[in-house]
């Protein structure tokens, strides 16, 4: 260790802020000072403050040990984000008020900006959930008061895998700056590391602990603290943080304890245009809304089209005073629900109805955790559904597909999704639908609506889904249910 850090600022300017934003976006499953495996969704963005408390975060050597110099380190983080699919950047700018020791027993406060972060971060091809990282941090700080630097590069490769609700994550780089000598040790290139591990208690909330450090190997240690924090996103984009550190070493920047807590906003339109889109849009045959009119004459091709007598050449949705693009409504004040498709309804909302090779449903199927078993919240769906079957005898048979996310081992997901489909039909033929009229099959994890790298992929691939199949394209190892003819 240094004899005296106070004098350090003579050869190089110190920075102690190394608390680090790694998470500037609302996703759940990101870790509150190492960031996130994900990238996001292309067209989204976030905003956030992050207040962060540290108690002496840079303290002196001495012969009894460590005397603070600074007591005191409370820092506003305005943080923000954009993603562009495969790539994100994102900025933090600190605001700090310090509190530094004196010998006299009196202390002195003062505020000052800090080195502010932009940063990109790159979805590694064909490793998924890897990222690679480069953080420019600008020597905007005030280096009198040892929160500035010259400027420096932070580089980190990062890496995680999720089993079941636990997800890992590791990052590994390394701090790179101007040089320096100081009695003799060699300061300006350092390590960056961290491991963390996150339990997800549902899609919206999750809880992690976190070992990270970033310096240099010439400050004498390098400053590592452990966090442990929790976050949580709510349904209108607000998201929450908080946690708390303690560190585990005398480097500088390590404080004693410290607190976080952080608020923000997630916006944009999420599924916008990911790389794969854009590549699949490079050939004049790609729709990518789905709504018939190719891309290249779409006006919105990101938006299906609504077929209802306005516009419908244009390619964009057209809504009415309800909001559900219909200009001959049967529920002029009341919009359909999200699942429904406007070419093949009235304009009312159905939790279930049959809209073309498929029964759209509005509405979620709820089993027991990690098994088939349905829970009664279910019913409402599963009713609509019966309904909506009943209500088209014209249609002879419905395949019921069961699908999985990436929670958990393939294997398992595949049987699961498979029992949970076989569950589904069983109810239906109980409660009047036609078994011969029913087969079903489970697809894993091998089908999902979206990307793993999107962070509502967890919930929205985990689902269950009604088509309309013909004899001949009866997937292998469907099931069905045979019920005697007496017992109809």
């Excluded at 960031?35 to 975060?57: C, F, H, K, Q």
């Excluded at 919009?335 to 979620?364: K, N």
């Amino acid at each position: 260790m240094i004899a005296l850090l106070t004098l350090l600022p003579i050869a190089f300017a110190l920075d102690v802020d190394t608390f680090t934003t790694g998470a500037t976006t609302g996703d759940p499953t990101a870790f509150t000072r190492l960031g996130s495996m994900v990238t996001g969704d292309a067209g989204t963005w976030d905003a956030g403050l992050v207040l962060d408390y540290a108690d002496a975060p840079l303290s002196e050597q001495i012969a009894g040990g460590r005397s603070p110099v600074i007591d005191v380190l409370a820092t506003t983080n305005l943080t923000g984000g954009y993603s562009f699919g495969g790539v994100r950047l994102d900025g933090t700018l600190p605001l700090h008020l310090g509190v530094d020791a004196s010998d006299s027993g009196n202390s002195s406060s003062w505020l000052a900006s800090g080195d502010a972060r932009v940063g990109a971060q790159l979805a590694v091809p064909h490793l998924n959930r890897f990222t690679l990282g480069s953080t420019l941090v600008l020597p905007t700080g005030a280096d009198a008061l040892y929160v500035g630097g010259p400027g420096r590069l932070v580089t980190v490769l990062r890496g995680g895998r999720e089993f079941g609700r636990v997800g890992v994550l590791a990052l590994a780089g390394a701090v790179l700056s101007l040089p320096e000598q100081v009695r003799g040790l060699e300061a300006g290139v350092g390590p960056v590391l961290g491991v963390g591990a996150a339990y997800r208690m549902s899609d919206a909330l999750s809880a992690a602990f976190e070992l990270g450090a970033e310096g240099s190997w010439g400050v004498g240690s390098i400053p590592l603290e452990s966090t442990l924090s929790a976050r949580m996103r709510l349904p209108d984009g607000i998201w929450a943080s908080a946690g708390a550190a303690a560190g585990l070493g005398a480097g500088v920047g390590a404080s004693r304890w410290r607190v976080i807590v952080g608020v923000g906003y997630s916006g944009g339109r999420p599924g916008g245009v990911t790389p794969a889109e854009a590549d699949a849009r490079s050939d004049g045959d790609a729709d990518a809304d789905g709504d018939g009119i190719l891309d290249d004459q779409d006006a919105c091709p990101g938006e299906a089209e609504t077929i209802d007598g306005v516009d419908d050449a244009d390619g964009c949705p057209d809504p009415d005073g309800d909001g559900d693009a219909f200009t001959v409504d049967a529920c002029p004040s009341e919009p359909l629900g999200p699942g429904q498709d406007p070419r093949h309804s009235d304009g009312c909302p159905q939790r279930a109805e049959l809209a073309g090779d498929h029964v759209a449903v509005t509405g979620t199927i709820f089993f027991r955790e990690g098994r088939a078993e349905l829970l009664v919240s279910a019913e409402p769906v599963l009713t609509a559904v019966r309904d909506a079957m009943q209500a088209h005898p014209e249609v002879a048979l419905f395949l019921i597909e069961g699908h999985a996310n990436t929670d958990g081992p393939e294997a398992y997901n595949l049987r699961l999704s498979d029992a949970r489909a076989f569950s589904v039909m069983g109810w239906l033929v109980k409660h009047g639908v036609d078994s011969n009229r029913l087969i079903s099959k489970g697809f894993g994890e091998s089908q999902p609506l979206l990307p793993e790298s999107s962070s509502d992929a967890l919930a929205a691939n985990r689902r269950v889904e009604f088509r309309v199949v013909h004899i001949e394209d009866i997937p292998p190892d469907s099931r069905h249910i045979d019920v005697p003819a007496d017992a109809r």
